[in-house]
């Protein structure tokens, strides 16, 4: 599907550079992931890391924004959900100068002792990816993000990823982590669980229908991606299926699903994706964008015969946030008053 009013895109390889676009462009673009601690909001933003580079992508964990350190949370009995316990207008005034293009002096909490230390001076990149707890909390944060997303894996998945990352990382013992999620559960029903309702994408993880030790041995799990409709594409994403590889080569199981849900309020579509699949799925994904943007090469699924559903997530999730960034109605209007084309017709031309 090509751009209303736009003429058809074609896919040649001589076109503009879509990473060169953003590097001249003024725009900061803003990603907003939210979800609880330790439920793996790193990881679906880690292909957009990968594809653009580390001059163009910046992060900010808003842990770092915590206005208590751990001792006197204790003390308090507050926990780190509860807004309360944290500097969001701080959060929201450092949004919109990094927006800008501003450096700011961004605090810093250091989570292997629990206390805070010395702020930073940070500049932020082209693409800036803000994770937290809080990210889609208050109006005016959600009001200077450009693309959202909400992380939220099953009991099981959580309290499994948040043991092995805060005993390996954190320093915690096994019936601490434990005593914690279960402290935390109230605050999280209450302050974070409902951000899901303003994310463009809801991720959610459970163990796989083929068998939860696939988790430990393969990092294969059941994804799905909750999500608005496209408004608007460059042109089709191939995510073309091999039915031959499929019926005679492939050793492994898979499920692809659409699911239509039927609201009145928010029109959704959700798409399961479970078990693992030929590599020659993501790699058709990958020519895709290639040929769309020309950022060359697109390779996340290296040496791997067989590639899971949170690699084929990952690229989806990338694909929704590149074409989104190019329709970006404020960025035009920057290079309309720079005398720049547009995104959309730079990459037209």
Known sequence: ??????????????????????????????????????????????????????DLVSTITLDDYHLYDR????????????????????????????????????????????????????TPGKILILE??????????????????????????KEDW????????RGYERDQVLREIREREPDYLRYIAPQREFADVVIRISHSKYGSALARTRNVYQVSLLQDPMDQAISDVDLGIDLF???????RNFLLEFIHHEDPRRRRGEIVIDGELGLHVVQRLEQSIEEQTHVRPISLARDREY???????????????????????????????????????????
């Open 132 to 157: 937290g707890l809080h990210t889609l909390f208050s109006e005016r944060l959600r009001e200077h993000l450009d693309f959202t997303l909400f992380v939220e894996p099953d009991r099981r998945v």
């Open 245 to 251: 590889s499929v019926l005679s080569l492939s050793e």
């Open 162 to 169: 948040k043991i092995r990352r805060d005993m390996a990382k």
């Open 1 to 54: 599907m090509d751009v209303a009013g736009a003429p058809p895109s074609p896919k040649n390889n001589g076109g503009p550079n879509f990473k060169e676009i953003i590097r001249e462009s003024p725009c900061v673009f803003a990603i907003g992931v939210a979800g609880d601690s330790g439920s793996g909001k790193t990881t679906f933003t880690q292909s957009i890391r990968e594809i653009f580079g580390e």
């Open 71 to 122: 001792k006197q949370r204790r003390e308090r009995g507050i926990t780190p959900l509860d807004p309360a316990a944290n500097r969001i207008e701080q959060i929201e005034s450092d949004l919109i100068a990094m927006k800008e293009g501003r450096t700011i002096e961004k605090p810093v909490y250091d989570h292997s002792v629990g206390t805070f230390g010395d702020p930073v001076l940070f």
């Open 307 to 349: 590639v899971t559903a949170v690699d084929v997530a990952q690229l989806l999730i990338a694909w929704r946030i590149i074409h989104r960034r190019i329709f970006l109605e404020r960025c035009r209007g920057a290079f309309r008053h720079s005398g720049r084309p547009s995104n959309v017709e730079y990459l037209n031309r």
